[in-house]
């Protein structure tokens, strides 16, 4: 199994930024990728971001496109989430996820943190 810890949450203005971190612990090696998810109340999980602990390789949903980065520290088997220029619609919990080598679904999933952005 592989745990995530996330954190780096809290509550912001519109234009802030914010640094949020998962930290991934266990059979880390299994992992092929983590991604970034949210939920705002009353609306569906959505997709955020993606990033392959080997290679780097990134995808974003088209709605942080250019706000949001997303990076990994290999060492530390931690990922990290650059959220920059935020949005009032940008409030949601924010969930890591970790997807095995070779399977299509996110297996692993962490506690959540929640990211509220004022107007």
């Known amino acids: 199994q592989v745990q995530l810890v996330e954190s780096g949450g809290g509550l912001v203005q519109a234009g802030g930024s914010l640094r949020l971190s998962c930290a991934a612990s266990?059979?880390?090696?299994?992992?092929?990728?983590v991604g970034w998810f949210r939920q705002a109340p009353g609306k569906e999980r959505e997709f955020v971001a993606r990033?392959?602990?080997?290679?780097?390789?990134?995808y974003y949903a088209d709605s942080v496109k250019g706000r949001f980065t997303i990076s990994r520290d290999n060492a530390k088997n931690t990922v990290f989430l650059q959220l920059n220029s935020l949005k009032p619609e940008d409030t949601a919990v924010y969930y890591c996820?970790?997807?095995?080598?070779?399977?299509?679904?996110?297996?692993?999933w962490g506690q959540g943190t929640q990211v509220t952005v004022s107007s």
């Open positions: 990033i392959t602990w080997i290679g780097g390789n990134t």
């Open positions: 266990g059979r880390t090696f299994s992992s092929y990728a």
């Open positions: 996820a970790s997807r095995g080598v070779g399977k299509d679904e996110y297996a692993y």
